[in-house]
T-cell receptor, first 113, second 111 residues
Framework: ETGVTQSPTHLIKTRGQQVTLRCSSQ?????VSWYQQALGQGPQFIFQ???????GRGNFPPRFSGLQFPNYSSELNVNALELDDSALYLC????????????FGPGTRLTVT | EDQVTQSPEALRLQEGESSSLNCSYT??????LFWYRQDPGKGPEFLFT???AGEEKEKERLKATLTKKESFLHITAPKPEDSATYLC????????????FGTGTLLAVQP
């Protein structure tokens, strides 16, 4: 059984650019959630995808968007990057029912300069 | 508003010195409370899920308990390798299974 993987590990972008982060869910999991974790803070929920449909969204602007593919892998896209977007972006996968445990990947460290 | 508060923010223990971390929460329709361990620069590692008041779970030197308003993570005879940030999260009622996290407790265990 493979765990959650994310790519790339680190990324440096300039303000105003666009970025795409990728996540492969754990084998057998059909739900992917994305979180943003600023330094010294807990993860903040961005949105969730279940069977290729968005299934809930946190307090993030529309320039944060996502996709889920038929194999349940997922992408997070961020347009018009701002300095405050610098953070660790975490992907978590889970089954779409009980139990609700979410298993996290190693994260992508995004730095916006 | 759903909210999770963890205390203390940081805790320094000597090896073998037992202690407890606190997680207090306000949530509409708790579906579950989760504890994670996070090492620097890495993703959170799942530890426990608690679903109802009175429930307890144990794993090695860690024991998690749950009441209607808070959860405790008890660490018995900690070792330096237990040093990490411990995150508490709740899953409120609703259609999504999003998690609402606290800011964590940074634990340092000195030999």
């Amino acid at each position: 059984e493979t765990g959650v993987t994310q790519s790339p590990t680190h990324l440096i972008k300039t303000r105003g650019q666009q970025v795409t982060l990728r996540c492969s869910s754990q084998s057998g999991h059909n739900t992917v959630s994305w979180y943003q974790q600023a330094l010294g803070q807990g993860p903040q929920f961005i949105f969730q995808y279940y069977r290729e449909e968005e299934n809930g969204r946190g307090n993030f602007p529309p320039r944060f968007s996502g996709l889920q593919f038929p194999n349940y892998s997922s992408e997070l896209n961020v347009n018009a990057l701002e300095l405050d977007d610098s953070a660790l972006y975490l992907c978590a996968s889970s089954l779409g029912g009980v139990p609700y445990e979410q298993y996290f990947g190693p994260g992508t460290r995004l730095t916006v300069t | 508003e759903d909210q999770v508060t963890q205390s203390p923010e940081a805790l320094r223990l000597q090896e073998g010195e037992s202690s407890s971390l606190n997680c207090s929460y306000t949530v509409s329709g708790l579906r579950g409370l989760f504890w994670y361990r996070q090492d620097p620069g890495k993703g959170p590692e799942f530890l426990f899920t608690l679903y109802s008041a009175g429930e307890e779970k144990e794993k090695e030197r860690l024991k998690a308990t749950l009441t209607k308003k808070e959860s405790f993570l008890h660490i018995t005879a900690p070792k330096p390798e237990d040093s990490a940030t411990y995150l508490c999260a709740v899953q409120p009622g609703g259609a999504t299974n999003k998690l609402i996290f606290g800011t964590g407790t940074l634990l340092a265990v000195q030999p």
